[in-house]
């Protein structure tokens, strides 16, 4: 496995399965900016705030034309076997949900603070796991990490204007100044 974090910006994503699980990806993918559909027999969960579309209905083939990856939330087998199957034939990213065996893609387990975001996996081993570890590192940042995320972005930006290399730079006591400075 080789851990990415992937722009979803209006990239088309569809989450077949509208029940708690389904709904807490759809939430997941919307809050990562993408164009989430929904496609589930029934939607037996709130389904978050910009969700693009809703189809009530069954799971067709053709539900799978222009998106970039899909997540399978139905917990229903023969479902998921004809959606593996239409995936891997035109080479879409799938998860099913609790059927890592089956997925080209992991949720990882994430904390965000500003522009900085813990992710932790266990390969769909263990989400309970990554859960538990993902709250101890969150809770051992300091809390101007956010804040120095800004403040050396804004140097880096302002090193590439001058037409300097950023990667030349030995930024360690610049971020070690960054996150003691500041008040907690």
Excluded: C
């Excluded at 969960?45 to 809703?54: H, I, N, R, T, Y």
């Amino acid at each position: 496995m080789l851990p990415l974090a992937l722009d979803l910006t209006g990239r088309d994503v569809l989450v077949l399965g509208a029940g708690r699980i389904g709904a807490r990806k759809a939430a997941q993918l919307v809050e990562a900016g993408a164009s989430v559909r929904v496609v589930a027999r029934a939607v037996l969960a709130p389904l978050p705030e910009g969700v693009a579309s809703v189809a009530e209905r069954p799971f067709r083939a053709d539900d799978l034309e222009g998106a970039w990856l899909v997540v399978s939330a139905t917990g229903v087998d023969v479902v998921n076997d004809a959606v593996v199957a239409a995936t891997s034939e035109r080479g879409i990213w799938l998860n099913v949900v609790d059927d890592p065996g089956r997925s080209s893609f992991f949720f990882t387990a994430l904390h965000r603070e500003g522009d900085v975001v813990i992710s932790v996996s266990t390969e769909g081993a263990a989400p309970a796991l990554a859960s538990a570890l993902r709250d101890r590192l969150a809770a051992a940042l300091p809390a101007s990490t956010a804040r120095a995320a800004v403040a050396l972005r804004a140097e880096r930006d302002a090193l590439r204007a001058a037409g300097q290399s950023t990667e030349d730079v030995d930024w360690r006591p610049r971020i070690d100044e960054l996150l003691e400075d500041a008040p907690s």
